[in-house]
């Protein structure tokens, strides 16, 4: 086996990952078939599914299906961000899978329980001997700095090699070879470092979302999520422009931004 080296055996990143994997749909069948229950007929201008739901919810609210305000949906939903109406914001749902971001970063970011679902990765299962950290701008940005940080990462990740390799021995009279690495790779992770990279499966509704972006899209937050959450903005911008179009992003010292809205805490 070549020995280690730092240089070509770990993989340094420094920005995040976001897929969006899963989204709703509407069954325009049974919305049809309440209406024509309840005397009226109505249709959005909206063919985002979200937004279709977070307007109907709101008119069930109400009931305010057969005289709507003009400005469709567009205009409906930014009335509910402008009164603060924000529990039919709940019923709009995505799905994402995050990756390049830090243990560090996860540890912050599933603080966030209401209306959020996780699914990490688990260190228990999967082996980490493929050597892949986040490093802080802060740190990368200066030659001596990412000397050290390299240095000790790579001491991390060879003790960790080392201890699992160890374990297995230990746990030899095990037959259940999977059984083993378990037991091996749920001791050795504990030394590995908040830098290491983990990817996580989160599904969030449009008021969680709105909520994170606020308090993690802000030059108070802490870089790394920083970047999180506005990547995760710039896709909802993209997805949902009724729910997130409000928001404006702007540029910070160090180069990231942040995103600022009149329609706060909805």
């Not at 008119?59 to 529990?87: Q, T």
């Not at 940080?149 to 374990?167: N, P, R």
Request: net charge neutral; aromatic share 8%; glycine share 6%.
């Amino acid at each position: 086996m070549a020995p280690f080296d730092p240089q070509k055996d770990i993989r340094v990143l420094r920005e995040p990952a976001v897929y969006l994997v899963g989204r709703q749909v509407v069954d325009d069948r049974f919305l049809d078939r309440f209406l024509a229950d309840h005397g009226v007929s109505w249709q959005t201008d909206t063919e985002i599914a979200a937004e279709h739901l977070v307007e109907t919810a709101g008119r069930v609210c109400y009931m305010s299906f057969a005289k709507p305000r003009p400005g469709g949906n567009k205009a409906y939903i930014g009335h509910i961000l402008e009164v603060g109406h924000g529990s039919v914001l709940e019923h709009g749902v995505w799905n994402f899978i995050f990756t390049g971001i830090s243990r560090t970063c996860t540890h912050e970011l599933v603080r966030h329980r209401a209306g959020w679902g996780y699914s990490q990765l688990s260190q228990r299962y999967v082996d980490e001997s493929v050597a892949e950290y986040v490093e802080p701008d802060c740190i990368a940005d200066q030659q001596e700095l990412h000397k050290i940080w390299l240095e000790a990462v790579a001491h991390a990740h060879q003790a960790y090699l080392k201890l699992s390799e160890g374990l297995m021995e230990t746990y030899k009279a095990e037959s259940d070879r999977t059984l083993r690495r378990k037991l091996a790779r749920q001791a050795a992770r504990s030394i590995l470092p908040n830098a290491t990279e983990t990817k996580i499966f989160v599904t969030a509704n449009a008021r969680a979302l709105r909520h994170f972006i606020e308090l993690r899209a802000s030059r108070h937050a802490e870089v790394e999520i920083r970047k999180l959450a506005i990547a995760v903005l710039r896709i909802m911008q993209q997805e949902s422009p009724n729910l997130f179009g409000d928001y404006e992003l702007v540029p910070l010292p160090d180069g990231t931004c942040e995103a600022t809205t009149s329609h706060k805490k909805v």
